[in-house]
T-cell receptor, first 111, second 116 residues
Framework: KQEVTQIPAALSVPEGENLVLNCSFT??????LQWFRQDPGKGLTSLLL???SQREQTSGRLNASLDKSSGRSTLYIAASQPGDSATYLC??????????WGAGTKLIIKP | NAGVMQNPRHLVRRRGQEARLRCSPM?????VYWYRQLPEEGLKFMVY????????ESGMPKERFSAEFPKEGPSILRIQQVVRGDSAAYFC??????????????FGPGTRLTVT
């Protein structure tokens, strides 16, 4: 059974720092891995999707990597800003086309 | 091209009432997925539907919950005789197709159900 774990559960850093969020999964048989952002009481914003055959994707200050063999992904945020404060969710699409979700990392960027 | 639409955005029901949540997929998408996010918990898969067919309902509670995606109109997630534990955010996603190739699931804004 696929399980997704996100570490850390919460992170607070000063504005301007580069940071890394971690996601691990137990079964490497995935179609893709996706990173989302969720603001309190709001919906989901898709940030990056990495297909199983890809190693990384980049969008602006965000870079996500995927190492399928080791069951790991990282989300790198460069030059963090207070507006980046949110909960970041990692999800893998398994062989049944279900998205299996991590519990999220709550990120606070201090001005 | 409008995104995935869900309505209502907020729904309040008393215990024992029925809740109907609607999801209109993106134009051209024939696959719909429902996920539930309980307070302070992660999202969990509920059901995967294609037009007029339920493909996978392994995440649906066995009682009181049902889903449909008719040939015409939106997908409906129906919860009968709601209880306080049904209070959650319900998210719908859609994708254009399925197969050996991976397709991104696009999410709606969610419906927040509160049972009083």
């Amino acid at each position: 059974k696929q399980e997704v774990t996100q570490i850390p559960a919460a992170l607070s850093v000063p504005e301007g720092e580069n940071l890394v969020l971690n996601c691990s999964f137990t079964d490497s048989a995935i179609y893709n891995l996706q990173w989302f952002r969720q603001d309190p009481g709001k919906g989901l914003t898709s940030l990056l999707l990495i297909q199983s055959s890809q190693r990384e994707q980049t969008s602006g200050r965000l870079n996500a990597s995927l190492d399928k063999s080791s069951g790991r992904s990282t989300l790198y945020i460069a030059a963090s800003q207070p507006g980046d404060s949110a909960t970041y969710l990692c999800a893998v699409e398994d062989s049944n086309y279900q998205l299996i979700w991590g519990a999220g990392t709550k990120l606070i960027i201090k001005p | 091209n409008a995104g995935v639409m869900q309505n209502p955005r907020h729904l309040v029901r008393r215990r024992g009432q029925e809740a109907r949540l609607r999801c209109s997929p993106m134009k051209g998408h024939s696959h719909v997925y429902w996920y539930r996010q309980l307070p302070e918990e992660g999202l969990k898969f509920m059901v995967y539907l294609q037009k007029e067919n339920i493909i996978d309902e392994s995440g649906m509670p066995k009682e009181r919950f049902s889903a449909e995606f008719p040939k015409e109109g939106p997908s409906i997630l129906r919860i009968q005789q709601v209880v306080r534990g049904d209070s959650a955010a319900y998210f719908c996603a859609s994708s254009p197709s399925r197969g050996p190739t991976s397709y991104e699931q696009y999410f709606g804004p969610g419906t927040r159900l509160t049972v009083t």
